[in-house]
């Protein structure tokens, strides 16, 4: 159950000691001011009761963190099996963050630790703060405090969503006690909270038809409620147990038999800058083509193209691309001599190709500009992008397949931004997770079921059966979340994260399964200890 206290004047200084945040906004800080500002927001918000979605929307951005390349995402991406950054010359060397994290050599002083540590720390503080006005404001009307229930356990899962992230990455979860004191929980029980907290604010949600677009909703909830149950014995470090499935299973069924959501009948098109009514999204970082909203919303398009394939008249980075060993799971007929040949949707799109040069999905081969006209390199060379990189710390410019997941957005109104809204949580997932559950439960032929609905709403070749090791299931989530936020957690769960190799990648250290805790985090909170091997 979420801590409440009336101690208002120190929720701010407490937060940042426990967070370690130390640029928390200015908004933040001017957020609880005391009882005045309490009172006149009470009385405001009861004679116009629409204003609780402004009370309650600075919980939502922080997500726009995850634009960004180099922190929370980069965290999820860079050290896995489907996205490498190269150095390229002098290009994208970054004093070697880029090599480590590929190579599982990271340190806790790594600028990507720190900046991904921030990134779930201002959402917690965010969450926090409005949770405590709302209940103080409302602490002595019972009516007033049953109409602004079901906007608290909204703030509840939000708050949870970003407190899994803290045990997901870093193991541990600064934790505020009842007196606001920083404290510190470990995995197990940091994980046992996050459940308490989403099965208590679950009852108390409105349902997506209820909500404005974008916002959690109890099906949100659900859905995250059954992440964290099929990670849990990750978490705790045991083996998975039929009774977690059964959960992971309960809470998918809770969301697939709403009825409010279905698998997309076109891949791409939940990718699209009008994707606001795709009938997959869970969750939602609602992005604008004509407001900054801290990152570049469109810094995934920009970080992977090369400078000179033009978006929006910006000029991309030329960094991120895909290790050879994704880029060739996707083939078929196991000919290495005629490409990859599928008839997966999700691989290669070209709706926009003739208007931007750009295929959606994997870019490889000859490029284009939007007129047709053959590309070339900085040196006048043809621009082919290849599959085979010559090294992680001397790669050619043009070596590397690229990934456009999002399309560019070409009315924006500067390049870096875009009208594409992201979705954390898709149905997709719902429908995988289950089928896993099922697999962990030894239910094959459910499980085959469950990721062939997948498989064939993609128009991929479904699979006949699934290893002992689950690869069938682990590929599936590759083919259909590559470059969304998911494929570290996934490869930790399939015991392959320091296990397995790939491309530039070879056996690394079981305590890589967790992120260091930043240098700065510790010198900001006592409670806080290093990770092993650290």
């Given at each position: 159950?979420?801590?409440?206290?009336?101690?208002?004047?120190?929720?701010?200084?407490?937060?940042?000691?426990?967070?370690?945040?130390?640029?928390?906004?200015?908004?933040?800080?001017?957020?609880?001011?005391?009882?005045?500002?309490?009172?006149?927001?009470?009385?405001?918000?009861?004679?116009?009761?629409?204003?609780?979605?402004?009370?309650?929307?600075?919980?939502?951005?922080?997500?726009?963190?995850?634009?960004?390349?180099?922190?929370?995402?980069?965290?999820?991406?860079?050290?896995?099996?489907?996205?490498?950054?190269?150095?390229?010359?002098?290009?994208?060397?970054?004093?070697?963050?880029?090599?480590?994290?590929?190579?599982?050599?990271?340190?806790?002083?790594?600028?990507?630790?720190?900046?991904?540590?921030?990134?779930?720390?201002?959402?917690?503080?965010?969450?926090?703060?409005?949770?405590?006005?709302?209940?103080?404001?409302?602490?002595?009307?019972?009516?007033?405090?049953?109409?602004?229930?079901?906007?608290?356990?909204?703030?509840?899962?939000?708050?949870?969503?970003?407190?899994?992230?803290?045990?997901?990455?870093?193991?541990?979860?600064?934790?505020?006690?009842?007196?606001?004191?920083?404290?510190?929980?470990?995995?197990?029980?940091?994980?046992?909270?996050?459940?308490?907290?989403?099965?208590?604010?679950?009852?108390?949600?409105?349902?997506?038809?209820?909500?404005?677009?974008?916002r959690a909703c109890k099906q949100t909830a659900q859905a995250l409620?059954?992440?964290?149950?099929?990670?849990?014995?990750?978490?705790?470090?045991?083996?998975?147990?039929?009774?977690?499935?059964?959960?992971?299973?309960?809470?998918?069924?809770?969301?697939?038999?709403?009825?409010?959501?279905?698998?997309?009948?076109?891949?791409?098109?939940?990718?699209?800058?009008?994707?606001?009514?795709?009938?997959?999204?869970?969750?939602?970082?609602?992005?604008?083509?004509?407001?900054?909203?801290?990152?570049?919303?469109?810094?995934?398009?920009?970080?992977?193209?090369?400078?000179?394939?033009?978006?929006?008249?910006?000029?991309?980075?030329?960094?991120?691309?895909?290790?050879?060993?994704?880029?060739?799971?996707?083939?078929?007929?196991?000919?290495?001599?005629?490409?990859?040949?599928?008839?997966?949707?999700?691989?290669?799109?070209?709706?926009?190709?003739?208007?931007?040069?750009?295929?959606?999905?994997?870019?490889?081969?000859?490029?284009?500009?939007?007129?047709?006209?053959?590309?070339?390199?900085?040196?006048?060379?043809?621009?082919?992008?290849?599959?085979?990189?010559?090294?992680?710390?001397?790669?050619?410019?043009?070596?590397?397949?690229?990934?456009?997941?999002?399309?560019?957005?070409?009315?924006?109104?500067?390049?870096?931004?875009?009208?594409?809204?992201?979705?954390?949580?898709?149905?997709?997932?719902?429908?995988?997770?289950?089928?896993?559950?099922?697999?962990?439960?030894?239910?094959?032929?459910?499980?085959?079921?469950?990721?062939?609905?997948?498989?064939?709403?993609?128009?991929?070749?479904?699979?006949?059966?699934?290893?002992?090791?689950?690869?069938?299931?682990?590929?599936e989530r590759g083919f259909e979340f590559y470059w969304e936020g998911?494929?570290?957690?996934?490869?930790?769960?399939?015991?392959?994260?320091?296990?397995?190799?790939?491309?530039?990648?070879?056996?690394?250290?079981?305590?890589?399964?967790?992120?260091?805790?930043?240098?700065?985090?510790?010198?900001?909170?006592?409670?806080?200890?290093?990770?092993?091997?650290?």
């Amino acid at each position: 159950m979420i801590r409440i206290s009336k101690k208002i004047a120190v929720v701010t200084l407490s937060l940042g000691s426990l967070f370690a945040c130390t640029d928390l906004d200015p908004k933040i800080k001017e957020f609880t001011t005391g009882e005045e500002y309490l009172q006149e927001s009470a009385e405001a918000l009861q004679e116009d009761f629409s204003l609780i979605d402004n009370f309650v929307e600075p919980i939502y951005s922080s997500l726009y963190q995850w634009n960004g390349e180099r922190n929370i995402y980069a965290l999820t991406e860079a050290s896995s099996d489907e996205m490498v950054t190269p150095t390229r010359g002098t290009d994208w060397y970054d004093n070697g963050i880029w090599v480590a994290m590929h190579e599982h050599k990271w340190t806790p002083e790594i600028s990507i630790i720190a900046n991904g540590w921030n990134d779930i720390s201002s959402g917690v503080a965010r969450c926090y703060e409005v949770y405590i006005n709302l209940t103080n404001m409302s602490a002595e009307d019972p009516n007033f405090r049953a109409d602004l229930e079901p906007y608290l356990a909204e703030v509840r899962v939000m708050r949870a969503y970003y407190m899994w992230q803290y045990i997901d990455m870093f193991g541990v979860l600064p934790f505020l006690d009842d007196n606001l004191n920083p404290d510190v929980l470990n995995r197990q029980d940091g994980t046992a909270f996050i459940i308490e907290e989403l099965e208590e604010a679950i009852p108390m949600m409105k349902k997506k038809s209820e909500l404005p677009y974008g916002r959690a909703c109890k099906q949100t909830a659900q859905a995250l409620l059954a992440k964290v149950y099929l990670n849990r014995f990750i978490y705790e470090d045991r083996a998975a147990t039929a009774d977690d499935m059964d959960q992971v299973i309960a809470h998918c069924d809770a969301v697939i038999n709403t009825g409010e959501y279905s698998l997309g009948s076109d891949y791409f098109s939940m990718f699209d800058s009008d994707n606001e009514s795709s009938p997959e999204t869970l969750l939602t970082l609602q992005n604008s083509g004509e407001v900054g909203r801290g990152f570049d919303s469109q810094a995934h398009t920009f970080m992977t193209l090369h400078y000179t394939q033009s978006v929006n008249n910006g000029q991309p980075w030329n960094g991120m691309c895909v290790p050879p060993t994704f880029f060739y799971k996707w083939d078929t007929d196991g000919n290495p001599n005629n490409g990859v040949q599928t008839t997966d949707s999700r691989f290669q799109d070209d709706r926009y190709f003739d208007e931007t040069g750009l295929h959606l999905g994997f870019l490889f081969g000859q490029q284009v500009d939007r007129d047709g006209a053959n590309l070339e390199d900085r040196v006048g060379n043809p621009l082919v992008f290849t599959p085979e990189i010559d090294a992680i710390t001397a790669a050619g410019e043009a070596q590397g397949v690229r990934v456009v997941k999002w399309a560019p957005d070409e009315t924006a109104a500067i390049p870096q931004w875009m009208n594409n809204d992201v979705a954390l949580i898709r149905y997709a997932d719902v429908i995988l997770m289950k089928g896993e559950a099922l697999w962990r439960k030894g239910d094959d032929a459910g499980a085959m079921t469950l990721i062939n609905q997948v498989k064939t709403a993609r128009g991929a070749a479904n699979i006949t059966s699934i290893a002992a090791s689950g690869q069938e299931i682990l590929d599936e989530r590759g083919f259909e979340f590559y470059w969304e936020g998911h494929r570290r957690t996934d490869l930790i769960r399939f015991d392959v994260f320091t296990k397995g190799t790939w491309w530039a990648k070879e056996v690394s250290d079981e305590y890589r399964k967790i992120y260091p805790i930043p240098v700065t985090a510790l010198s900001a909170n006592e409670n806080l200890v290093q990770n092993p091997g650290y």
